[in-house]
Each structure stands twice: as structure tokens, then as C-alpha cells.
């Protein structure tokens, strides 16, 4: 589908910040002592998608779907294998090494664990100042001190914690500290891959708050990467639904809540919990038949049509196209013609 398309979804006169352009990654399968590729893994399959200034775009699917990989390939830690990365008006591909690296100061990421992310062996300090550090930002040492100062602080916490170290602070504490890092360069684009889900559910909404107000402050626009949807639901402007590889829902957060098209999206959103029983009552539990098939030889026609409780003859054989079937909703389905 053209990038026309996806430039509809949201009313004129919003800014593209990012687009990508038939993006495909795949992982290749090697075997044997010569380690011989004898296969793919599609990891990210001719996805093609506008991100707007500082807008929210969420991403949800279930694991192995290809959203982390898809987030990485956007900030060009994992080259596409095909198609384009523009951020601005300019193709990443086309940037040698160090233009690349001067654009990096503009896109960061959150990662999923804090555990893994923050070196256990630096204080906060050092932790935030590094990237500063690395881009030559702010050349006195007292001025790289009042700026991680002012961080900690934006993301609630202050200057005593400059000196300990990331075994000192719970989960949700440590996500702010990778969080303070991210903003360290003034980004104008943040990718949140999982950034709540190894954290309880009580301090989810209290990083989601926060995501919400920093991204006010410093102008943010955010791409939110997660397998649960209530937490999508929460902080997303625009949610994208990814199964195999590939973009088979793409439409504003209220009308996919409300009004889901692709039988994906409407199992996704059956198994969402309820506080109030009446309604899960009400609503029919969709539960899909079958296992979700290996990205390495995913199935013919429409990928999901193995596990669709609404498959026609036509989803064996045709993969149908995301395609606009009313304003700012894009579905890849044959319920909505091809």
C-alpha cells in the first residue's frame, strides 16, 4: 500500500516526523558446520507506516509478531534488510556513519528491563551524563551536572541519588533513570519497547503518567511498543496491530477500542479484563484455534487466515492489502475487499 494512504489517517496539517517505506527485515537460519542459510526468519515483512510529531503511535501483538525487531529497525540499531527509513525528510540508508550518528542524538530508546540496560557498574550520574559525554554536549563538567540534576528531577527523583548505583532502586525506580538517560540528548523521538511490563502493575500507571507529562514538556513523539493493550490503550493516539510481520490494523486508539475490523485485533480485544463483570458477560470471548505459525515459513494468502474463525476460500490463496476502508482506519482483511 502507498505511503498516500498512510498520510490520511490523520487530518492535514500534521507534521511527518518518520516514515518507513516497505521495511523488511529478515533473520537468516544457518545450519551445519559451514553454516549454511537454509532458510528465513521474516522477522518484519514490507511494513510501511507515518509517524507524526509529537504524536503517540502504539504498537501491540502478540510475542514474536516482529514489534520489538520493527522498533530497532526504526532507529537503525538493526538495519532493514529492504526498504527505506526516512527521519525528517532524509533516508537514514543514505547517511554514512557519522551523519548517522549525529542524527542518533535525535531518536533514543527505552528498553524493556532497566536490569539490562543501565550498567550495574556506573552511578546515575555517569549513567546520564555518558551520552552527553559521547555527542560533546555541554563542555563544563559543572554544566553536565546541573543538566542530569534537572532530569532526575523531571522523571521524580533528585540530586542524592546522583552517587548510587542501579542495584540501589526498585524496577520502576531504574526505568526513570533509563528514562532521564533518553532525554539526555533532547530527542525529538523515543522508541518504548515494553518499557512497563517487567514492572508491577502499580507502578505502571505511574511510568505511564509520567511518559504522558515529559512527553508535554520536552515535545516529545513516542513510538510505544507492547503486548498488552490496556496499557496501549492508556498513552496511544494512534494503534497499529501487528501479527507475523506484518501491519494487519491501523487506526486512531478510540475507533480500534471501540470498533475493532480485523478478526486479530477483535480476539485481542475480547481478552482484555473487565472490572465490571456485567459487561464480560455481554461480551463473547473470541478464542483463536491453533498455534501462532513460525515467521520462518509463515502461511500462504493472509497469514492469519490459519487461525481466523471468519477464513474464506479467498484468505488461503491472496494476501490481502492494508488498504484505507474509512477515514484514519487501515485493515489488511477480505471482509473489507482486497
Do not use: W
Not at 517505506?21 to 514490507?46: C, E, M, S, W
Not at 524496577?171 to 540528548?185: N, T
Not at 525529538?188 to 502499580?202: C, F, G, R, Y
Amino acid at each position: 500500500m502507498g505511503m498516500e494512504k498512510m498520510r490520511e489517517v490523520l487530518p492535514p496539517g500534521r507534521e511527518i516526523l518518520l516514515e518507513a517505506k516497505n521495511v523488511k527485515k529478515y533473520f537468516p537460519i544457518q545450519k551445519g558446520f559451514l553454516r549454511k542459510t537454509v532458510g528465513h526468519v521474516r522477522a518484519v515483512d514490507d511494513v510501511s507506516l507515518t509517524v507524526y510529531r509529537g504524536e503517540t503511535l502504539g504498537f501491540v501483538g502478540e510475542s514474536g509478531c516482529g514489534k520489538s525487531t520493527l522498533g530497532r529497525v526504526l532507529l537503525m540499531l538493526t538495519p532493514p534488510t529492504e526498504g527505506d527509513v526516512v527521519f525528517e525528510g532524509e533516508s537514514l540508508l543514505r547517511l554514512d556513519p557519522e551523519e548517522l550518528r549525529r542524527r542518533r542524538k535525535e531518536m533514543q530508546m527505552v528498553f524493556q528491563d532497566p536490569n539490562a540496560s543501565l550498567n550495574p557498574r556506573h552511578t546515575v550520574q555517569r549513567i546520564i551524563e555518558e551520552p552527553m559525554l559521547i555527542h560533546g554536549l555541554h563542555s563544563s563538567r559543572k554544566e553536565r551536572l546541573e543538566k542530569v540534576v534537572e532530569l532526575l528531577e523531571s522523571v521524580g527523583l533528585n540530586s542524592s541519588h546522583l552517587h548510587r548505583r542501579p542495584s540501589e532502586f526498585s524496577g520502576g525506580q531504574k526505568q526513570r533513570i533509563a528514562i532521564a538517560r533518553a532525554l539526555a540528548l533532547r530527542p525529538k523521538l523515543i522508541i518504548a519497547d515494553e518499557p512497563v511490563s517487567a514492572l508491577d502493575v502499580s507502578i505502571q500507571s505511574q511510568i505511564l503518567n509520567l511518559m504522558k507529562d515529559l512527553q508535554e514538556e520536552y515535545r516529545l513523539t513516542y513510538v510505544f511498543i507492547s503486548h498488552n493493550l490496556s496499557v496501549v490503550k492508556h498513552i496511544s493516539d494512534r494503534v497499529g496491530v501487528m501479527y507475523l510481520g506484518r501491519i494487519v490494523e491501523l487506526t486512531t486508539k478510540e475507533q480500534l477500542y471501540r470498533n475493532p475490523l480485523h478478526p486479530y485485533t477483535q480476539a485481542l480485544i475480547s481478552a482484555i479484563p473487565v472490572p465490571d463483570p456485567k459487561p464480560v458477560r455481554q461480551r463473547e470471548r473470541i478464542i483463536l484455534k491453533g498455534e501462532l505459525p513460525s515467521p520462518s515459513n509463515p502461511p500462504k494468502g493472509c497469514r492469519f487466515h490459519s487461525r481466523c474463525p471468519k477464513a474464506m476460500d479467498v484468505c488461503k490463496s491472496v494476501e490481502p492489502r492494508l488498504q484505507e476502508v474509512s477515514p484514519g482506519c487501515l485493515v489488511a482483511c477480505h471482509l473489507y475487499g482486497t
